[in-house]
């Protein structure tokens, strides 16, 4: 059994900042690539940002420059920390993380989703 806990999420005013957290617990080995994708109403789910086991990360070109992601390895953690935020950045924002599983095999899993409500 795998669980992902988000938090961080709410409501902040435009060019301020959050941090937003995933955790993996359970039956997990490990945690290979782990992200975060989000969806505003009437849009796809998009990428936001993904961090690999060797550190390499990938941004989408709206968030270079304002948001940072990272992991705690110990912990199965990825964070994504986001500054100078504006109202274009409300959306539910989901992780998605590729585990390696104790049982064997691997999986990707979704977060529920922590909705980020930026005010204008």
């Known amino acids: 059994q795998v669980q992902l806990v988000e938090s961080g999420g709410g409501l902040v005013q435009s060019g301020g900042s959050l941090r937003l957290s995933c955790a993996a617990s359970?039956?997990?080995?490990?945690?290979?690539?782990m992200g975060w994708y989000r969806q505003a109403p009437g849009k796809g789910r998009e990428l936001v940002a993904r961090?690999?086991?060797?550190?390499?990360?990938e941004y989408a070109d709206f968030v270079k420059g304002r948001f940072t992601i990272s992991r705690d390895n110990a912990k199965k953690t990825v964070y994504l920390q986001m500054n100078s935020v504006t109202p274009e950045d409300t959306a539910v924002y989901f992780c998605?993380?590729?585990?390696?599983?104790?049982?064997?095999?691997?999986?990707?899993?979704w977060g529920q989703g922590t909705q980020v409500t930026v005010s204008s």
């Open positions: 998605n993380v590729h585990l390696l599983l104790l049982e064997g095999g691997w999986n990707i899993y």
């Open positions: 359970g039956s997990v080995l490990s945690a290979e690539a």
């Open positions: 961090i690999y086991n060797d550190g390499h990360t």
